[in-house]
Nanobody
Framework: VQLQASGGGLVQAGGSLKLSCAAS????????IGWFRQAPGKEREFVAA????????SYAGSVRGRFGVSKDNAKNTMYLQMNSLKPEDTAVYHC????????????????????WGQGTLVTVSS
């Protein structure tokens, strides 16, 4: 499967953005789709994930209550709605696909995701 992330941009603190991750080749069926982000000089960080078949969701504590994941099966697209954005949310956001069998405790490890899309830059100004 190939993934295409889009929707990044510049937003003021407190604002919202909605990122999209589309399957440009293949389908997301049977995969776990995750969002990760990497800020300059920092390690890659888990944001959220969803099992495409079953819909089980997982969020990082730093975004829980502010970010929401949804999906459109017909479009093979996953969305990341980001609300109440903070300057510390500034990063390049990547979506990735891993096995649909990932257990909850494994969802946050980037090593479990084998297919990665290009990133989309989110910049939150203070």
């Amino acid at each position: 499967v190939q993934l295409q992330a889009s929707g990044g941009g510049l937003v003021q603190a407190g604002g919202s953005l909605k990122l999209s991750c589309a399957a440009s080749k293949g389908t997301f069926s049977g995969y776990t789709i995750g969002w990760f982000r990497q800020a300059p000089g920092k390690e890659r960080e888990f944001v959220a994930a969803i099992r495409w078949n079953g819909g089980r969701l997982s969020y990082a504590g730093s975004v829980r209550g502010r970010f929401g994941v949804s999906k459109d099966n017909a479009k093979n697209t996953m969305y990341l709605q980001m609300n109440s954005l903070k300057p510390e949310d500034t990063a390049v956001y990547h979506c990735a696909a891993g096995p649909g069998s990932l257990i909850t405790s494994s969802l946050s490890s980037s090593q479990n995701y084998h297919y990665w899309g290009q990133g989309t830059l989110v910049t939150v100004s203070s």
